[in-house]
């Protein structure tokens, strides 16, 4: 039986039923429809069996327009998660990127209007997931458009009441050959077929798992390994690994301190030869086997890095050392391991004012971390900083660059850094100067936080209502 997402999310007006209702439209009104009992009625408040998560709901799935064509040229590259394939914020297409953009800017592409919030992009096999929200349907809404294009394919959505709380969207997807998998604001998983959006199970994390949902709603992202997505309720499981086809669980991981869900993301990092995934909660750090037998048993943990709020991700700096980092006065500190990798050996404080970042999470490049400083920084607030853990401070942007909270991503040996006004800044992946070879107003919104993705030539950005697709490639 396919898991599905709870009934009590459902406002169904006069609608009844407990079969799987599921709308699927061709290019036309028509809707086809599962029988129903006329009988029984949606349960407010059922009873969940732990084990169970066959609860019914209304997914629709639509088609709004034919497969489009594809580029004359292959596509190059791809984007299908948080922070890229490899977790690293870092593009590893290979793709020659512009070392100078016309007064104008780089080219733009597409441009495509979305619910408020910051949900980011993901994007494989030609096409981009967007998890947005249609604030007048109230549903979360998984879109597919085209890379080419911006042309939107299908989009497969469920019912739930979010408020405007900073917009609404949060989330980037996690994408595979087969699956794509996201979390929306209020914790709801839903999983579905990639080419077609059909809907294969769902689950919540806050009924079913005991999650609580984090002050601002979850910004936290799948993570695909394989067919397994991994989550981190951080209820009565701290960490879960789900079957993408059945929708059941294939390994826990317990949560006897009753840590809380953070607005950070399950990082996959290689320690003392293990594979391990290594995520920040409310209440510590955790670091558990990836692989094997014992996939989800606890390598580690440790309750010194404790932040009331905690969005960034850690960041492995090399095999023996993590760096974790927030704003709201928190600092930033390097956890350093003991040589098996087994335990925290030591706990090594960090200045605000020297790296720390209150949204977005650092990136490593050539030894080096990069990242906006927090508002709370002081002369230094809110610009761009490279910064050696073993040397120090290489640079800051200066006070007349200041980013806000916006976002950033590398690639070709460059970073592209968007402030939260919508203006892009291209700068030189350097561990030496701030070298700035480019800058231009793309967007003219506001809150412009969501992850940036860069798959081969294709910028995808965002402000809180908008969606650019620009070309950074170099141009003929």
């Known amino acids: 039986m ?9 406002v169904f007006g006069s609608a009844v039923g407990a079969m799987v209702l599921r709308t699927w439209t061709l290019l036309g009104p028509a809707h086809a429809v599962s029988p129903r009992l006329a009988s029984q009625v949606a349960v407010v408040a059922p009873v969940i069996d732990p084990g169970e998560h066959c609860n019914r709901v209304l997914v629709e799935t639509v088609r709004l327009g034919p497969e489009p064509p594809l580029d004359p040229e292959p596509l190059v590259g791809t984007w299908p998660a948080f922070r890229g394939g490899r977790r690293d914020n870092v593009s590893h297409d290979g793709v ?9 800017g780089p080219p733009r592409l597409w441009q495509i209007e979305l619910g408020d919030g910051h949900a980011g992009a993901a994007v ?27 042309q939107e394919i299908w989009r497969s959505s469920y019912p739930v009441e979010v408020k405007r709380n900073h917009g609404m969207s949060r989330t980037v997807p996690a994408v595979n050959e087969k699956y794509v998998v996201t979390i929306g604001p209020k914790c709801q998983v839903m999983c579905v077929e990639r080419q077609t959006g059909e809907f294969l199970w769902g689950m919540d994390l806050v009924r079913e798992y005991g999650a609580t949902a984090p002050l601002w709603y979850t910004a936290q992202c799948p993570l695909l390994a394989g067919d397994v997505v991994v989550l981190a309720p951080a209820g009565k499981d701290l960490l879960l690994g789900v079957d993408c086809a059945s929708g059941k669980i294939r390994w826990r991981t317990p949560n006897p301190d009753r840590w809380q869900m953070s607005h950070a993301s399950v990082m996959p990092m290689e320690i003392a030869g293990v594979s391990t995934y290594v995520y920040a909660a409310l209440g510590g750090v955790v670091c558990v086997l990836a692989t094997g037998d014992g996939v989800g048993q606890v390598v580690w943990e440790t309750t010194a890095w404790d932040k009331r709020i905690v969005a960034p991700c850690p960041v492995q700096i090399d095999p023996g050392r993590l760096f974790v980092t927030s704003g709201h006065g ?3 500190a390097i956890l350093e391991l003991a040589a098996d990798g087994r335990s925290v050996a030591a706990v090594r404080p960090v ?4 790296l720390a970042c209150e949204q977005q999470t650092p990136v490593l490049v050539e030894g080096c971390l990069f990242g906006v400083l927090p ?14 853990p073993d040397v120090g401070v290489a640079w800051r942007s200066g006070p007349e660059r200041r980013f806000g909270l916006g976002p950033w991503v590398v690639g070709d040996g460059k970073i592209y850094a968007l402030d939260d006004r919508g203006t892009l800044t291209m700068l030189r992946a350097s561990t030496s100067r701030y070298e700035e070879l480019g800058r231009v107003r793309i967007l003219d919104g506001r809150d412009a936080w969501g992850p940036l993705a860069l798959a081969g030539r294709r910028l995808i950005l965002r402000d809180s209502t908008r969606m650019v697709c620009l070309d950074v490639g170099t141009q003929p």
Do not use: N
């Not at 990127?97 to 016309?102: E, G, I, S, T």
């Not at 508002?375 to 050696?388: I, L, M, S, T, V």
């Open 330 to 332: 928190a600092g930033s």
């Open 96 to 104: 020659a990127l512009a070392d100078a953009w016309p007064a104008a």
């Open 375 to 388: 508002k709370d920084a002081g002369q230094y607030r809110e610009q761009f900083a490279c910064w050696h």
């Open 351 to 354: 200045e605000k004012t020297v």
């Open 2 to 10: 396919k898991r599905i997402l709870p009934a009590t999310l459902l």
């Open 124 to 150: 494989y096999g030609g096409r981009v997931y967007v998890l947005d929200y249609d604030e007048e349907k109230h549903r979360d809404a998984l879109r597919c458009f085209s890379l080419v294009s911006g």
